[in-house]
């Protein structure tokens, strides 16, 4: 999974470097402003001939660009500040990001904790049930109840 708002920030950084404004990007491209706006918020990736012109452009890896040998920096006070969430979500899920489930699970929202909670009731992720079980809500303690007594 590509982590979109970094991907994103480093366009924009290269655009910068290279002294070009989104509309030169975008006239090089052929596509609007906006979306190389997006690509810079990271809401969007653009599609793979244009990664590859903008490695061109960039005089870099397409790999560079996408951000794909570069380790994820956090903040344990916002894990999600700077990344893509479904990104931090499915590197926590993998084991590829460490932190303290316990201590940053407020952070996530309802729906995020649910996928967490189905990756740990389902054995994908392994987790301190004895910390983490008192984060938990009543729903949520219910759901994983017959993993931790059973």
Excluded at 16 to 34: C, P, T
Excluded at 101 to 114: H, I
Aim: aromatic share 10%; net charge neutral.
């Amino acid at each position: 999974m590509l982590d979109f708002y970094t991907i994103g920030n480093k366009i924009r950084d290269l655009r910068v470097a290279n002294q070009y404004n989104q509309d030169q990007i975008a006239e090089k491209l052929f596509v609007s402003r906006q979306a190389v706006s997006r690509w810079e918020l990271g809401q969007t990736l653009p599609s793979v001939d244009n990664l590859i012109e903008l490695s061109r452009i960039f005089r870099i890896s397409f790999e560079e660009i996408l951000c794909m040998n570069e380790p994820v920096v956090f903040e344990e006070t916002n894990i999600f500040a700077g990344h893509d969430r479904n990104f931090i979500v499915k590197k926590i899920i993998e084991g590829d990001i460490q932190v303290d489930l316990a201590a940053v699970f407020y952070q996530f929202s309802n729906a995020e904790r649910l996928v967490v909670l189905k990756a740990i009731k389902s054995g994908k992720m392994k987790s301190s049930w004895t910390h983490l079980w008192v984060k938990l809500t009543p729903e949520e303690q219910k759901y994983l109840k017959n993993e931790v007594i059973g």
